[in-house]
């Protein structure tokens, strides 16, 4: 936890700058050129001596290297950052509309219940409506044999009808004498 807040500051790693690292690297490689050129002498610390320059660039690069490296870090905290703060805030949201998304599931349960309900009285409602279409056209069928037979009984009352005028016609013309005339056949 340490690392990351001291990586995510603004401040740069407490070192010399470059540039005078490299003018104090420069000043002791003439020191000690001119002082070897004076004397011939050959120790360890004068090869060290005749190194520095050696040494400086190779830190430069290091310290180069580790600053570039501690930007990447830095760039890589920020984001982790920011998609620290996309989660809570989509935790947020995602808390937020919890209870409204309960509710709509709440709501979508009882409207298919409903629509269960319903589809089951809607197709008890269309079993009654088949049996009554089936009970009309049995009606229809008996109605239509109705009219058949009342058409036929019409045609006879109307061949009939003319038969009984006549009748009633000839019962009216009967007389008196005609009576007689019947009642002396049985006697």
Not at 4 to 26: A, C, D, F, G, M
Not at 60 to 88: C, F, P, T, W, Y
Request: hydrophobic residues 40%; proline residues 3%; aromatic residues 4%.
């Amino acid at each position: 936890m340490a690392l990351s807040r001291k990586l995510s500051s603004k401040s740069k790693v407490n070192t010399p700058s470059l540039l005078i690292n490299e003018k104090l690297i420069h000043l002791l490689v003439q020191f000690h050129q001119i002082a070897h050129q004076q004397s011939n002498l050959d120790c360890p610390v004068v090869r060290l001596i005749e190194n520095w320059d050696v040494y400086g660039k190779i830190f430069g690069r290091k310290k180069a290297e580790i600053e570039s490296k501690i930007d990447l870090v830095r760039g890589a905290m920020k984001k982790l950052h920011s998609v620290h703060q996309l989660a809570n805030s989509i935790k947020s949201e995602a808390n937020t509309l919890s209870p409204l998304l309960s509710k709509v599931t709440e709501d979508t349960k009882r409207l298919d219940e409903a629509i269960s309900q319903n589809t089951k009285i809607v197709e008890d409602f269309w079993k009654i409506i088949h049996q009554e279409q089936i009970n009309v056209n049995v009606k229809a069928s008996e109605m239509a044999e109705l009219i058949d037979d009342s058409k036929k009984a019409q045609e006879e009352f109307d061949k009939v009808v003319p038969v009984l005028n006549a009748a009633i016609a000839g019962v009216r013309s009967i007389t008196k004498n005609d009576l007689t005339e019947l009642k002396s056949y049985f006697p």
